[in-house]
């Protein structure tokens, strides 16, 4: 890396060098049975340099020839962006959070097939007919950043996480049900721990019952929060505000959800799988309150967005794949309530339970709407799940759902993932009158 940017400072005025190796091993099952296992390591060198004012950026995974990767970054640079922004200079005080296990490292790939072959044999023990499913993933990495400032930063991380469940067929009928688990640490995973989960949703989802079009108390999983969410996570992001497609770009300060509301973006998480030391851009992990008891207080910035609006970097300057680094959560988190989901279930007379919707991240997410399919939710009478709802849409305002509608958070949470957008560690959320229409 240091070799890179002496090489590219002849050239250019400023330069900064990413690095990431991975050592990943995935285990799947299809059909119930193995269906691919291997481990394959991989290595990303991103490079980005100022020249004549200019942004250009390139990535490489040949760290031998680095020579093309300076060439290729500064041919870009002649149509990127204008130099708007400040690499970090000198050295920092990084934070240290715990996500490396040396478990983690050593887990043989034999116990990860073990462990999936016997979350599918639990399911099959009950279910013979059910087509089970797991994914399992154990990841090792190191990231350095590295800029001519003087700016430098490196971790190592593990992470092992997945997902496991089966499908059921019958007829025109199909019943799917999953559950994920994750960390960075081996012993903060169990997956086990919701194979009865799994069973009981196979079990009630088997019968299908009635449901008629109005609005109902409904229940979201983290899962189906993490859709609810999403709206308010696209707002916040600093590149939305700065290019005007955020509507709350004059709203930091202004109550916009219920005191119940806060949400944090932290980076430092202990065991967070999505915690850092450094950023793609040499900023410091942080805790960021973006909202705190319903009051817009912040949002999340990479380098660009935070100079375009005269704000501080949040350290959330991240990387997706080989992309530039862009606004991104690292463990987004809407902090619990003091309620038990047990309690929050009980409060429904009727209503539904929804664990997963499907195409609810279609539309706009600036306009706060989520809408889309149920497609696994639970019919709830007198505090019980009594049976699968079928063509039923879910239909609500996020921003205004988290404002008026909020009858409580759980005090469980999970972690999940959120399409597009990232981690984030979510509760239960209890929301009154839901709109809830059907084909009948």
């Not at 593990?158 to 499908?167: C, H, N, P, Q």
């Not at 079009?213 to 308010?232: E, F, K, N, R, S």
């Not at 919707?357 to 696994?376: C, F, Q, R, T």
């Not at 509608?405 to 839901?434: H, M, N, Q």
Request: overall charge negative; charged content about 25%; proline content about 4%.
């Amino acid at each position: 890396m240091e070799n890179i940017i002496k090489a590219a400072l002849k050239q250019c005025e400023k330069a900064e060098v990413y690095y990431r190796q991975n050592t990943t091993t995935p285990v799947t099952f299809q059909n119930s049975k193995l269906n691919s296992l291997q481990t394959k390591g991989e290595q990303l060198i991103c490079l980005r340099v100022v020249k004549d004012g200019r942004v250009g950026y390139a990535t490489t995974t040949k760290a031998d020839d680095y020579q093309d990767l300076i060439d290729n970054a500064i041919a870009v640079a002649q149509f990127g962006g204008d130099y708007s922004f400040d690499f970090p200079e000198g050295k920092a005080d990084l934070p240290s959070p715990d996500v490396f296990d040396k478990a983690v490292e050593e887990l043989k790939v034999e116990a990860i097939v073990e462990t999936g072959q016997g979350l599918i044999d639990s399911i099959n023990a009950e279910f013979p007919e059910a087509n089970g499913f797991a994914s399992l993933e154990r990841d090792v990495s190191q990231v350095r950043v590295m800029n001519s400032e003087g700016r430098e930063g490196a971790y190592s991380k593990t992470t092992y996480s997945g997902y496991f469940g089966a499908i059921i067929i019958e007829g025109q009928n199909m019943l799917q049900v999953y559950a994920v688990d994750g960390s960075t640490h081996l012993n903060e995973v169990s997956f086990e721990d919701k194979v009865d989960e799994v069973l009981e949703d196979l079990r009630i989802g088997q019968e299908n019952v009635d449901m008629k079009q109005g609005t109902y108390p409904v229940l979201l999983t983290p899962m189906a929060v993490g859709d609810l969410i999403a709206p308010v996570i696209a707002c916040v992001n600093g590149r939305a505000v700065e290019k005007g497609m955020s509507p709350w770009a004059d709203k930091l300060g202004e109550d916009l959800f219920s005191p119940a509301v806060t949400l944090v973006d932290s980076g430092i998480e202990d065991l967070g799988p999505g915690s850092i030391v450094i950023d793609s851009e040499g900023v410091p992990g942080q805790r960021t309150e973006i909202i705190k008891e319903g009051q817009l207080t912040s949002f999340i910035h990479d380098l660009r967005s935070a100079a375009a609006l005269n704000m501080e970097p949040t350290g959330n300057g991240l990387r997706r794949g080989t992309s530039a680094p862009s606004p991104t959560g690292s463990n987004m988190m809407l902090l619990p309530g003091n309620k038990p989901y047990a309690e929050l279930m009980a409060s429904i007379d009727q209503g539904l339970i929804i664990d997963s919707l499907m195409g609810a991240w279609a539309g706009n997410p600036y306009a706060g709407e989520v809408s889309g399919n149920i497609a696994l939710g639970f019919k709830v009478e007198k505090g019980m799940k009594v049976g699968r709802v079928k063509d039923c849409m879910f239909s609500v305002n996020a921003f205004k759902a988290l404002r008026d509608k909020l009858l409580g958070l759980s005090r469980e949470t999970s972690w999940t993932e959120i399409f597009g957008t990232g981690i984030a560690k979510l509760p239960y959320v209890l929301l009154d009158g839901v709109n809830i229409s059907t084909k009948s």
